[in-house]
């Protein structure tokens, strides 16, 4: 239906004419990374005249050190680009309304609260829409435009507020819970200058997605049993009639049934729905009910399992999906009478924010490659000419970076795995040069071919233009290539996963590209589970970082926000199985190891605790092992602060030049 081939030639022209002497030349560090902006959430207004989008950049002061977004829009053409909203807090997640008048947005400029706001196109400040003490999730617009629905979770009582403040604010564990529940609010104001909003859905289930349906007297939303991340399995979907706020079940089955959508003329209700049993490592399938009841159709299996779904075409007829495939992302089509799947389209790069217009005339997305930087773009259905819409990251378009190859090599038991290897700026052929072995988290992460220049904790532009190749293989467990392959490290952490990324480092130094006595290894989560393993194993590698590593399962099972993730991957508990456990758990494994390795930890951390990375360290600098641990604070589960950001890229340049150059 459209064509994304000439999407990244065209952001290639427009750098080398407009932009190769700017200050992209410079050479790559920690700051100009992390100064990257992203932008995200392009949408294309009704009558297809213009675009809206967020840009998310750093703001890195004396005193400050945050990520913030703003609302830009453009022109459909391109051109007038302009910001939108301005401040220090962030606005996000801008809707057009259905006459195209207006945008809703998210923002938390008012107590650090999420509320919605209106901004009028044609100009004016923006109001305040709702006022509710809670903070809004997601929103939507009525088909008619006179109300908006939003999700929201219980706000706290007036007894609990005042707790907090007089420091009484002791909790029970997995008690009190709040849930996410779905609210409407009018648009226009009553005759008493107010708006009311009230809540549509009292069920206590945890609301996740939801969509209205075309006439606007019934939403479908997904809901789970609680906000735990651990619930996620419990998923099903419900009816409300807006009207009486009457909820009727329509999809609970043990299978997890997620992200409705209504068809346009409000016949079927589509859903991912997981496969039996479900697992982890997910596998599921677009399923198509009838609105009125009634079992669903079935789709076929996807090439990776794991659709998500951009939304119906115009006519009804099919459904429009997108997934990881290998390192690109494939875009896919739904056939929902004949029951078939078809490719329309796969990029080698990646894809994100992917919308489109009510008649799935025109497309928006986020797109990126390994040397091209993220931009919004624009595209018809049925044609090749892709407009870039943004202009983000301009000074960063022409930008050097060493070249990225897609490498594929046979692991030990005969199966292919594929990888990204990352050459160094300005390479020759036949020089053999340091290598850094980066290893994805997940398990089922995919490394795909994003902008090497962009945030995180590894600065891979930075590390190409030091002279270091970097090798990113998707080890069996990683997303992209099917459920077979996510599902055949089951019970086989550090098995032969271990022996997909051992295999690739032999392959890349048979290439003649690195160095054998210049190895060294990173990774964040899942990598800094297989780090914290692979230095149990073998001593080849010259130094280690471990992100957020998961070092004991055990322990880790026994703290972190997802017990059932570990049992689920290992077929039971630590307690029914404890051998298991300790062989695939570096802390039982760690007598003898000696490469020095830096630990990375966000104190804040509840999906990998922190003591997982106190384990580790612990157990090496006992046995004399060099070892340095940074603790992030107020970090999550990967630090979400321009400036930890930036110590996290530094010390890991510092530590791999100190041991491989």
Not at 435 to 458: C, D, E, K
Not at 537 to 563: E, H, Q, W, Y
Request: proline fraction near 6%.
């Amino acid at each position: 239906m459209f064509s994304l081939c000439r999407v990244f030639g065209v952001i290639f022209v427009l750098g080398t004419l407009i932009f190769a002497n700017s200050a992209a030349a410079q050479s790559w560090t920690p700051e100009k990374q992390v100064s990257l902006r992203l932008p995200g959430s392009p949408m294309i207004s009704p009558n297809k005249g213009r675009v809206v989008y967020t840009v998310n950049e750093a703001v890195m002061t004396a005193d400050k050190s945050e990520f913030v977004t703003q609302i830009w829009m453009a022109a459909i053409d391109g051109t007038n680009n302009r910001q939108m909203t301005f401040g220090e807090k962030s606005s996000t997640n801008p809707k057009w309304s259905p006459d195209g008048s207006m945008i809703a947005f998210t923002s938390n400029r008012k107590d650090n609260r999420n509320y919605i706001y209106l901004l009028r196109v044609n100009g004016g400040e923006a109001e305040q829409l709702t006022e509710i003490k809670g903070s809004v999730a997601n929103f939507e617009w009525s088909p008619d435009g006179r109300t908006i629905a939003f999700a929201m979770t219980d706000p706290k009582s007036d007894d609990e507020e005042k707790n907090d403040k007089g420091r009484n604010d002791f909790r029970w564990m997995d008690e009190n819970t709040k849930y996410a529940r779905i609210y409407v609010v009018p648009v226009e104001k009553a005759a008493n200058g107010k708006r009311e909003a009230h809540r549509l859905t009292a069920v206590d289930r945890h609301v996740t997605a939801f969509d209205w349906s075309p006439d606007g007297k019934k939403i479908v939303f997904s809901h789970v049993k609680s906000s735990l991340v651990d619930h996620w399995p419990t998923a099903d979907a419900s009816v409300v009639d807006v009207a009486s706020g009457t909820v009727t079940s329509f999809a609970a089955t043990a299978a997890a049934e997620n992200f409705a959508s209504y068809s346009p003329d409000g016949k079927w209700i589509a859903m991912a729905v997981s496969e039996l049993p479900v697992r982890w490592a997910q596998s599921n399938r677009i399923h198509v009910y009838p609105a009125n009841g009634g079992a669903p159709k079935i789709m076929p299996l996807s090439h990776d399992g794991q659709p998500a779904i951009i939304g119906w075409s115009g006519d009804g007829t099919k459904i429009l999906f997108s997934e990881a495939k290998g390192t690109g992302t494939a875009v896919f089509e739904a056939n929902v009478a004949a029951g078939t799947l078809s490719e329309i389209e796969y990029v080698d790069g990646v894809l994100s924010g992917t919308s489109m217009t009510k008649d799935a005339g025109m497309f928006a997305f986020v797109s990126q490659k390994s040397d091209k930087p993220p931009e919004v773009h624009v595209i018809g259905s049925g044609t090749s000419n892709t407009t870039i819409i943004s202009n983000a990251n301009s000074a960063y378009a022409a930008g050097p970076v060493g070249k990225t190859e897609i490498i594929k090599w046979k692991s030990k038991d005969g199966r292919e795995i594929e990888g990204l290897l990352h050459y160094p700026n300005g390479y020759v052929a036949g020089t053999k040069v340091p290598l850094i072995l980066n290893v994805h988290g997940g398990p089922a992460g995919v490394f795909q071919q994003s902008y090497v220049g962009g945030r995180g904790v590894y600065p891979l532009a930075a590390f190409m233009a030091k002279g270091y190749a970097i090798l990113r293989p998707n080890p069996r467990g990683s997303s992209g290539y099917g459920t077979e392959f996510r599902r055949a490290n089951i019970k086989d952490w550090g098995g032969m996963d271990y022996e997909d990324l051992m295999t690739g480092v032999d392959h890349v130094i048979g290439m003649g590209v690195a160095d054998a006595n210049r190895l060294g290894v990173m990774g964040w989560s899942y990598g800094g589970y297989m780090t914290s393993t692979i230095i149990t194993k073998t001593k080849r590698f010259k130094a280690a970082s471990a992100g957020a590593p998961v070092t004991n399962l055990m322990s880790f099972n026994g703290t972190a926000d997802i017990p059932g993730f570990v049992p689920d991957y290992f077929g039971g508990q630590s307690w029914e199985s404890p051998e298991i456990y300790a062989k695939h758990s570096a802390m039982f494994n760690i007598k003898g190891a000696t490469t020095p390795t830096l630990i990375q930890h966000g104190d804040a951390d509840v999906r990998v605790p922190i003591s997982q990375g106190y384990e580790l360290y612990n157990a090496l600098k006992q046995q004399g092992v060099p070892t340095r641990m940074i603790v992030l604070p107020r970090q999550p589960h990967g630090p979400n602060e321009p400036k930890m950001q930036v110590i996290s890229m530094q010390s890991n340049l510092d530590w791999f030049d100190k041991y491989l150059k």
